[in-house]
Nanobody, 127 residues
């Protein structure tokens, strides 16, 4: 597949958990790839959530999700998972998986650094 594919979104109550998965394109079998998760709420800019370096497994988080979300990868299956705990209404939005190569650390949170994007999966946190 040419683009990553997200799954696992849904409706959850505040304080609940969801697990998102990203089936990557397979390009990640080469080195220097980074997989990122971004989200976008209605009327807002698409914002960085988390990222993982494919080869080193180094992880990066936005301040708003650090300590609640965990990004990880499953090498044999070429998938990346975003485990989201202690969800808040402010976490509501469409979550996108993105792939990029050769991304320097200072640009890892910039959506323009990622070349390939999925269609997104809706996450709604509401009582």
């Amino acid at each position: 597949q040419a683009q990553p594919v997200e799954s696992g979104g849904g409706l959850v109550q505040p304080g609940g958990s969801l697990r998102l998965s990203c089936a990557t394109s397979g390009r990640t079998s080469s080195s220097h790839y980074t997989i990122g998760w971004f989200r976008q709420a209605p009327g807002t800019e698409r914002e960085f959530v988390a990222a993982i370096r494919w080869s080193s497994r180094s992880t990066y988080y936005s301040d708003s999700v650090r300590g609640r979300f965990t990004i990880s990868r499953d090498n044999p299956r070429n998938t990346v998972t975003l485990q989201m705990n202690s969800l808040k209404p402010g976490d509501t939005g469409v979550y996108y998986c993105a792939e990029g190569t050769g991304i320097i650390l200072s640009s890892i949170r910039n959506r323009g650094s990622y070349a390939y994007w999925g269609q997104g999966t809706q996450v709604t946190v509401s009582s």
